[in-house]
């Protein structure tokens, strides 16, 4: 019995180690059975979350601490959009399964984050939750108008919604308003300075923007608020992890082979939008195999040039690239046929973490192997009962 007690404890902390990683179902469970706040509480969280394609509370909070950290103004504006997201989908009548895994507040999420970070009043002006609310209750709703068209395809709306409503704030207001000016952003003229060459990169600056890539998914340039990110996805998803890593410096190098200012890619906005594609690719929406893998990094190069390309035609117009370029680019590899059985799209209804596709990806092809086993064991009397007339 005494040397059944190590084995035991090993279990337990096995069980409770568990308990935090995936989706925590077990905790959703849980959530379900408890008063309102509670609830909203656990669908705020993972709404913080599934920003990064994740639903977890537990990475949510992670999330959420580490946006305190770069800046406690923005992440108050971020759980405020997320709330009356989450609260508008509510009222609204929007599927209950929805809401609770946060796929209601995420966009609102970015929308109050991005909305505090581009704003050029100082922090704690508190007007500014004015318009952060109202952007936020729509996101619902812009999100249900896109879905109804993308779901013709079973398509995710990724951030579409975010997006098309912080275009909308800062296009109506511009930097010169008196209430709500926005940062000011100039039109890029040179692209290319001269004076940029490798010889003059700082290696320890181009090693922070690994993490800081994966933080500027929220606006954030700290890498403390990345690695905190980076953590919250490691304790769902290791395969998540790996593969915001791996956009990230796929980002950086897309930005080192086109020449870009060495500011921007130690800023991490080389890399937000790769992160988000390879993700996305690398065993969200896809089974991953080494295909699919391979496609991952294949998106996020093409997402990173599709950056440099809407960064520079927006900014004429005084606009962030936002998260137009991981929408469109991943879009695009979501509608790629083949022919591969390695290149497997799930349908949206059983899309969860990678490790949780892999197993259902398993099931359906052993219970395929199981019917092709009893078709195969058939007698020929059932096969074609009419052979029982020529007897």
Request: glycine content about 6%; charged content about 10%; aromatic content about 12%.
């Amino acid at each position: 019995m005494e040397n059944d007690r190590p084995s035991n404890e090993k279990f337990r902390l096995f069980r409770a180690v568990a308990f935090f990683t995936g989706d925590m179902q077990a905790c959703g469970d849980w959530v379900n059975r408890q008063v309102l706040v509670i609830q909203l509480l656990d669908w705020m969280l993972r709404g913080v979350a599934q920003v990064m394609f994740v639903n977890n509370p537990f990475s949510g909070l992670l999330i959420a601490a580490g946006l305190f950290l770069q800046n406690p103004w923005w992440a108050l504006n971020g759980l405020v959009g997320t709330f009356v997201a989450t609260v508008s989908a509510l009222l609204f009548g929007y599927k209950r399964d929805a809401i609770s895994a946060g796929l209601q507040g995420y966009n609102g999420t970015l929308v109050g984050m991005l909305m505090a970070v581009f704003s050029a009043k100082e922090a704690w002006y508190w007007w500014l939750l004015l318009p952060n609310a109202f952007m936020s209750m729509l996101c619902p709703l812009v999100s249900g108008a896109f879905s109804s068209v993308a779901s013709k395809w079973d398509l995710p709306v990724f951030t579409l919604p975010f997006n098309v409503l912080l275009y909308l704030h800062m296009a109506a207001t511009g930097a010169s308003h008196p209430f709500f000016p926005e940062v000011a952003i100039q039109p890029k003229l040179n692209l290319h300075p001269s004076n940029v060459s490798i010889l003059s990169l700082d290696f320890q600056k181009l090693a922070h923007a690994v993490p800081v890539g994966v933080g500027q998914v929220y606006g954030c340039d700290s890498p403390w608020t990345g690695g905190l990110i980076l953590l919250a996805l490691l304790v769902s998803s290791p395969i998540i992890c790996l593969h915001a890593v791996i956009g990230s410096a796929a980002g950086i190098l897309s930005g080192l082979a086109l020449a870009a200012p060495h500011r921007d890619i130690y800023m991490g906005l080389w890399g937000y939008n790769s992160v988000l594609s390879c993700i996305a690719i690398g065993g969200v929406f896809y089974v991953l195999t080494w295909h699919t893998h391979l496609l991952a990094l294949i998106s996020a190069v093409f997402s990173a040039y599709m950056a440099s390309a809407i960064s520079n035609l927006m900014s004429v117009f005084g606009l962030p690239a936002c998260t137009w370029p991981f929408c469109l680019s991943t879009l695009i590899f979501l509608l790629i046929s083949s022919e591969t059985a390695a290149i497997c799209r799930l349908p949206l209804s059983v899309v969860s973490f990678p490790e949780k596709n892999q197993r259902y990806r398993r099931q359906q092809l052993q219970a395929s192997e199981e019917e092709k086993q009893q078709a195969s064991h058939v007698p020929d009397d059932e096969l074609c009962p009419m052979l029982s007339c020529w007897d």
